[in-house]
């Protein structure tokens, strides 16, 4: 399923709160921003008017959203695009290593074993971005 293509975001324009269901965000006057009346948070326009970001101190890191027109999307940073990359790196990298330390040892337990932990760390990495693209 594709993801729907992201609206501007009309600042005179009332939305449902991205962070609660029940919230709605309302325009404060003389400002690109948005208050929450359920939670109480602020909210600033970002990106020429297409990005909805969180202002907040307590949040180590931004937590920014895209309109689709019916709900909001989740505008992931550009480390969270590159996590497939990464793993399939990493992935590369140790059995790289590994291959020649297996093929290189005498015994056919050594060589079993030297499989059986390649396999393991190869699967860690497709794990992780398993769970990093399900949330």
């Not at 970001?53 to 895209?66: D, G, N, Q, V």
């Not at 590994?98 to 040892?105: R, V």
Request: contains cysteine; aromatic residues 10%; charged residues 15%.
């Amino acid at each position: 399923m594709q993801p729907q293509k992201a609206q501007k975001i009309d600042l005179s324009q009332d939305y449902p709160c991205p962070c609660r269901r029940r919230g709605h965000l309302t325009p404060i006057a003389l400002t690109e921003a948005f208050g929450c009346n359920r939670c109480q948070k602020i909210f600033v326009v970002e990106e020429g008017g297409y990005v909805l970001e969180e202002l907040s101190s307590s949040y180590p890191y931004k937590r920014a959203w895209r309109w689709t027109g019916h709900q909001w999307g989740v505008a992931n940073p550009g480390l969270g695009e590159s996590y497939l990359p990464i793993a399939l790196c990493i992935t590369l990298v140790l059995l790289i290593i590994w291959l020649p330390l297996a093929l290189t040892s005498s015994p056919k337990a050594s060589v079993l074993l030297w499989a059986i932990v390649a396999l393991l760390v190869a699967v860690l990495p497709a794990l992780m971005v398993l769970l990093a693209y399900r949330r």
